[in-house]
């Protein structure tokens, strides 16, 4: 099955730093790439999504780029605000959209 | 409110005891998802469901069983829970398969002692 890895496990940065967190996948068949955010002691929520068919994505201060050939995908987070600390997580899925594979998770933590 | 519920919230129960953990949504959503969560290794599917009485094995599901017998319900039964199946359990639900936003419920921190 699939194998989604998740780069580094913890990162802390300055309040108005960039962030950026890494994920590398084993299965080429992969079309789907979600990344969700989980606050302390809450539930995930998805933040941004990219399919296969797509290189990058925006959405305000997040970006996700996919790099197909080499099989990793990141997540990039600019002007990082105290409330963007999280455990955030990577994941793919199979081209029929059913089965999820998530990394391990990266604890953000952004000093004010 | 859209959402997505789970019950119970907490339970401690002792090995071999047979528990169902519910899971309800009220957003008329066909996919449905069990993942369980701990420390170091993120969230790991254990089952789905595309619809009602279809239901598929995810990437761990030794030791559960689910079932699908309506659209909004989406039970996790621990027939004889064990020790490793202490965790934090997630129950979610997406619109269109697994595409886009799965909604999560609040989730169920569960001891096997």
């Known amino acids: 099955g699939e194998n989604v890895e998740q780069h580094p496990s913890t990162l802390s940065v300055q309040e108005g730093d960039s962030a950026v967190i890494k994920c590398t996948y084993s299965?080429?068949?992969?079309?789907?790439f979600p990344w969700y955010k989980q606050e302390l002691g809450k539930r995930p929520q998805l933040i941004i999504d990219i399919r296969s068919n797509v290189g990058e994505k925006k959405d305000q201060r997040i970006a996700v780029t996919l790099n197909k050939t080499a099989k990793h995908f990141s997540l990039h987070i600019t002007e990082t605000q105290p409330e963007d600390s999280a455990v955030y997580f990577c994941a793919a899925t199979s081209s029929s959209f059913n089965k999820f594979y998530f990394g391990s998770g990266t604890k953000l933590n952004v000093k004010p | 409110e859209a959402q997505v519920t789970q019950n119970p919230r907490y339970l401690i129960t002792v090995t071999g005891k047979k528990l169902t953990v519910t899971c309800s949504q009220n957003?008329?959503?066909?996919?449905m998802s069990w993942y369980r969560q701990d420390p170091g290794l993120g969230l790991r599917q254990i089952y789905y469901s595309m619809n009602v009485e279809v239901t598929d094995k995810g990437d761990v599901p030794e030791g559960y069983k689910v079932s699908r017998k309506e659209k909004r319900n989406f039970p996790l039964i621990l027939e004889s829970p064990s020790p490793n199946q202490t965790s934090l359990y997630f129950c979610?639900?997406?619109?269109?398969?697994?595409?886009?936003?799965?909604?999560f419920g609040p989730g169920t921190r569960l001891t096997v002692t």
């Open positions: 299965d080429s068949a992969s079309n789907y």
């Open positions: 957003m008329n959503h066909e996919y």
């Open positions: 979610a639900s997406s619109p269109d398969r697994g595409l886009g936003e799965q909604y």
